[in-house]
């Protein structure tokens, strides 16, 4: 039970409200608050009474306002205003309705219809207000707005935008992955395709981005999912060297670092003759450095050492430096063993299965069994496994499976743990230099990571079916992700250095507050406590701006 008591300090008495309990069979104070004066009390205890009953609202405004912020170093709304085509009305433009469905897939991957039900209560409508009741509808209508023109147009003025604020764009990483949907009945782009999430049984949409530096998106193209890489690039490498040429950027200072899976004849010469190049080499083309012994190799950093060489490719010379690395050697013998075992386990339950098949069920025909083997062995491991579907000789019919490991394949393989052959025509370069501006590549790497999580503004769940909604939807979660990498780089000019799932944690502890006491019925907005590493990215962000406190 709690009571209250007295005390007198230098001749003034001070309430305290206490709590006692027996301890070893004697009464101690357990628990006690300061209240103060009996003036303090007094009037706490008027004015609560005159202002009758005090009611909080509290809701999300760290990533809102993160966000608004951006939108406002980076001109985002007005941007896509000057490019698309819609006539001033009464309510939201077209680039305050993409912001709000941006900000919506980042509050909690919010669908369309989600957003129309999250908007009204939301902080959005504290800064993107409209007359007009919010729908799904509308929302979805304004995709209409975007075309492959100018999306291609707006990237360029954020671009030059981004340019103005000192990210220059001299070395450009691009890769490719792919996005697993529930679209059925689709028009061009959805397709079924080798699935990077291993959802072969669903129809895909294709994605390729460039970044530049400090991990800023800089390009990104749609397509269909069935298109090979090396193909994709062959179509956009004219329009990324088109862009670079808008922002002034020389050309043949810049340097295009490629994933392997772009290589070509017609991709390397093209590249070589706009930018210079860093890409890797399969194992399969580059048996004899894979062949060169170990003493032959230099350290250049704590578990890194290189090879360096010249060499003939894709009908260019080109330096050729192979790294090999002690930790990822391990890692990838120990998951290589790991898989292996796996699927001869899987291959030799289907040969029961297929060889020893019980008379009723469906009937194993050799192109089932082929695919069912396919299945089994994932594509990055299939060059080790050989096998042969083939039907019996005799009475019964029946088939008979053969697999097994080749010996000189899997030799090769193991040769290559641990070591990546770059290419480059930059022969000036030192063999760290080519290495760490390769290995930048997992910065796209982690960009496909994160359209895939639900942390950010997440590609997934795509829930449009027509080729130029697909389109408008992966540019606003393409442009999402350039909204958290300009916060990172802001951030760290500020000597603040926060992993996405770092600053989205950051962004959701921030909270505002809407008292309302006694008849004020308007009320007041608060900014809920912060501690130090909020209140820090609170005001590098200048997120106070957008809300009146």
């Given amino acids: 039970m709690v009571g209250l008591t007295r005390r007198r300090i230098k001749g003034q008495l001070y309430w305290y409200a206490v709590k006692s309990a027996r301890i070893n069979g004697k009464p101690r104070i357990i628990w006690q608050k300061y209240l103060g004066t009996a003036e303090k009390i007094t009037n706490c205890i008027i004015r609560a009474r005159e202002e009758g009953d005090i009611k909080v609202q509290t809701m999300p405004l760290g990533t809102v306002a993160a966000l608004a912020s951006i939108n406002n170093d980076l001109g985002f709304i007005d941007i896509i205003d000057r490019n698309t085509d819609k006539k001033p009305t009464e309510g939201l433009t077209v680039g305050q309705y993409l912001l709000l469905q941006l900000i919506g897939r980042a509050e909690g991957n919010l669908s369309r219809n989600a957003i129309a039900d999250w908007y009204p209560t939301s902080v959005a409508k504290l800064f993107l207000a409209t007359p007009h009741k919010m729908n799904a509808k509308n929302l979805l209508r304004h995709l209409d707005y975007l075309t492959d023109d100018n999306i291609h147009a707006i990237e360029d003025e954020l671009a030059l935008k981004l340019k103005s604020l000192g990210i220059i764009p001299n070395k450009i990483l691009w890769d490719t992955t792919n996005f697993f949907t529930q679209i059925e009945n689709g028009e061009l782009i959805p397709r079924k395709a080798y699935s990077k999430e291993k959802r072969n049984d669903k129809n895909l949409i294709g994605v390729g981005l460039a970044v530049s530096n400090e991990n800023i998106p800089f390009f990104h193209e749609t397509y269909e999912a069935n298109k090979h890489d090396s193909q994709i690039f062959s179509e956009v490498l004219d329009a990324i060297v088109e862009r670079l040429k808008k922002l002034s950027v020389d050309t043949k200072q810049a340097v295009m670092v490629l994933d392997k899976g772009n290589n070509s004849d017609e991709n390397v010469s093209g590249v070589l003759k706009r930018t210079h190049i860093i890409g890797s080499l399969k194992a399969d083309q580059s048996k004899e450095y894979l062949e060169v012994p170990m003493g032959e190799y230099s350290p250049i950093g704590e578990f890194l050492m290189s090879y360096r060489t010249k060499g003939t490719h894709y009908g260019e010379n080109f330096t050729i430096v192979v790294t090999y690395n002690t930790k990822t050697e391990k890692k990838q013998r120990l998951t290589y063993e790991d898989n292996k075992a796996k699927i001869l386990v899987e291959l030799g339950q289907l040969k029961q299965k297929v060889e020893f098949r019980k008379r009723r069920g469906r009937k194993w025909t050799l192109q089932r069994a082929i695919r069912a083997i396919v299945d089994i062995i994932p594509i990055n491991m299939r060059a080790v496994f050989d096998f042969e579907v083939k039907k019996k000789v005799g009475r019964g019919g029946g088939l008979i499976v053969e697999y097994g490991i080749n010996p000189e394949k899997e030799r090769l393989r193991r040769l290559s743990f641990g070591k990546i052959i770059h290419f480059t025509d930059l022969h000036d370069w030192t063999d760290k230099q080519i290495s760490e501006s390769y290995n930048s590549k997992y910065q796209i ?105």
């Avoid at 900014?527 to 209140?535: G, K, L, S, Y």
């Fill in 445 to 549: 790497e982690d960009d496909f990571k994160w359209l895939k999580d639900k942390l950010l503004v997440p590609v997934k769940p795509v829930h449009v079916r027509k080729d130029g909604h697909i389109r408008a939807h992966v540019f606003i979660c393409i442009m999402g992700l350039l909204f958290y990498r300009y916060i990172q780089y802001k951030l760290r000019k500020a000597g603040l250095d926060y992993s996405p799932k770092e600053l989205s944690d950051i962004l959701n502890k921030i909270r505002l507050a809407l008292v309302v006491s006694g008849n004020n019925k308007k009320g007041k907005f608060l900014i809920e406590r912060m501690e130090p590493r909020e209140a820090a990215v609170f005001s590098i962000l200048g997120m106070g701006n957008y809300i009146k406190v």
